[in-house]
């Protein structure tokens, strides 16, 4: 008899146990909607070109050998990750004042931020927005620190719910932590506007509150890389301090590489060394040090002018491809008169829409039509073709009808 034989079946992780059943399912039209990864208008992954090509200059490089990388991580790709989100001339990277460490993906990275600040900082409460990834409250939660949540989605509106936001990051404690999604908030598609962020930043900073932003969808929102960066840069400006966890998962397509970074924007250079010095304390009985690849090809991305500039128009056109499915959608809809407004398809931003549908709903459009999503009725619009966005159409109409 087996020693753990008392173990009960653990369930599936809500997002990727979508991908588990759609793999099961025999149907030629399934069409997987659940996971944020982008897909070709043939619906196939996607490795850009400007990743090859840095793969190949790095794989002909007969210097470049296995060794271990520090605990935090290649240097250079550590550098080129805080100039691309907080901006080349920004004065936290003059000044010094800040630490990156390379870290797992935005997951890693998060976790990371979670555990230092669980370990060293005086508030132990972080507010999540409500809705967010579903794995932020099981990151934190893990990482040690206590889970709230803050008010962000309007399901009247489908929009923000900015004076909810505004009341219940007013009634934090003093300290606590906030996260917040940096653009193309997950699974919303809704974002704060400028004007909305400089509000939330001013009563933030009055109160202490500490900014950790999630950073994985850089370039995706808007096309820009420096837009989308916008709101970091904002809180970065102040001279206040902040964390920011980065991911290359979607904006390099680096998935499967785990490639992401952590900084911490510090008062100044001797504390951020000091910090860091920590961080290293926090990850070396973790997984003692990252791996090599992955931050190596961002790195030969970055410092390299036209390779950068190349990944800039490859990013553009993923996003603008995103943008293209939203209005093809919405345009399906509207010829098939399907009830309600659907507006908010185009309004919303980055990989995801957050269509309104209820988990019955989307149950029974996975019976019926074999599309798989999350049961909160997100779909990834990186997942559509205009070949699929007909077949999406009849389902939702079908569905809400
Ligand atoms: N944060 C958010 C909001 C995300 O949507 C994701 C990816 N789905 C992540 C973090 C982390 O992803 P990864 O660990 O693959 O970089």
Same mark, same amino acid.
């Given at each position: ?6 173990i009960a079946?653990?369930p ?17 039209v399934?069409?997987?909607l ?18 090859r ?7 002909n490089d ?6 271990y ?9 550590n ?25 797992l993906?935005?997951?890693g990275?998060?976790?990371?931020g979670g555990?230092?600040?669980a ?14 990834w ?10 040690g620190? $206590?889970?709230?949540?803050y008010?962000?989605? #309007?399901? %009247?509106?489908? =929009?923000?719910?900015f004076?909810? !936001?505004? @009341? /219940? ?21 809704v ?14 900073? $009055?109160k202490?509150?500490m900014?950790?932003? #999630?950073? %994985?969808y850089? =370039?995706f929102?808007?096309?820009? !890389?420096? @837009? /989308?960066?916008q ?30 970074a952590l900084?911490?924007?510090?008062k ?6 000091r910090?860091e ?21 961002v ?52 990989m ?7 988990s ?14 999350t ?24 569905a809400?009808?």
């Amino acid at each position: 008899n087996s020693v753990f034989a008392h173990i009960a079946r653990g369930p599936e992780d809500p997002i990727l146990g979508v991908t588990v059943a759609y793999n099961k399912d025999p149907s030629p039209v399934k069409l997987n909607l659940g996971v944020g990864a982008y897909r070709t208008e043939e619906g196939k992954p996607l490795v850009l070109n400007v990743v090859r090509k840095a793969e190949h200059m790095l794989v002909n490089d007969r210097s470049r050998v296995k060794e271990y990388l520090p605990i935090v991580g290649l240097a250079d790709f550590n550098k080129l990750s805080a100039k691309l989100i907080f901006g080349a001339d920004s004065p936290v990277i003059r000044e010094n004042r800040i630490t990156t460490v390379q870290c797992l993906s935005g997951t890693g990275s998060l976790r990371v931020g979670g555990e230092f600040l669980a370990k060293h900082y005086h508030q132990r409460t972080i507010y999540i927005p409500l809705p967010t990834w579903g794995n932020h409250p099981k990151v934190f939660t893990l990482a040690g620190l $206590s889970v709230k949540t803050y008010r962000y989605y #309007d399901p %009247a509106t489908r =929009g923000l719910n900015f004076q909810g !936001l505004m @009341e /219940d990051l007013g009634s934090a404690p003093s300290g606590a932590i906030i996260l917040l999604h940096a653009c193309a908030h997950n699974p919303t598609g809704v974002d704060p506007t400028p004007q909305q962020w400089e509000q939330i930043r001013r009563l933030m900073r $009055s109160k202490a509150l500490m900014p950790f932003f #999630d950073s %994985a969808y850089q =370039g995706f929102a808007s096309g820009s !890389l420096d @837009e /989308d960066a916008q709101p970091v840069r904002m809180f970065a400006a102040d001279g206040g301090e902040l964390l920011v966890a980065q991911s290359y998962a979607k904006n390099m397509g680096l998935y499967g590489e785990r490639v992401g970074a952590l900084s911490i924007v510090c008062k100044d250079a001797d504390v951020a060394g000091r910090v860091e010095s920590q961080l290293k304390l926090v990850i070396r009985p973790m997984y003692s040090n990252p791996p090599i690849h992955g931050a190596s090809i961002v790195a030969a991305i970055l410092k390299d002018g036209n390779l950068y500039n190349e990944w800039t128009i490859e990013l553009k056109a993923m996003a603008d491809r995103i943008i293209s499915m939203r209005k093809q959608l919405f345009d399906a809809l509207r010829a098939r008169g399907t009830p309600g407004d659907w507006s908010h398809i185009i309004k919303q931003i980055g990989m995801f829409t957050f269509t309104g549908l209820n988990s019955e709903q989307v149950a029974f459009m996975t019976r019926e039509y074999h599309i798989y999503m999350t049961s909160d009725g997100r779909i990834s619009m990186a997942g559509l073709s205009s070949k699929s966005v007909p077949h999406l159409a009849d389902a939702i109409h079908a569905a809400v009808t």
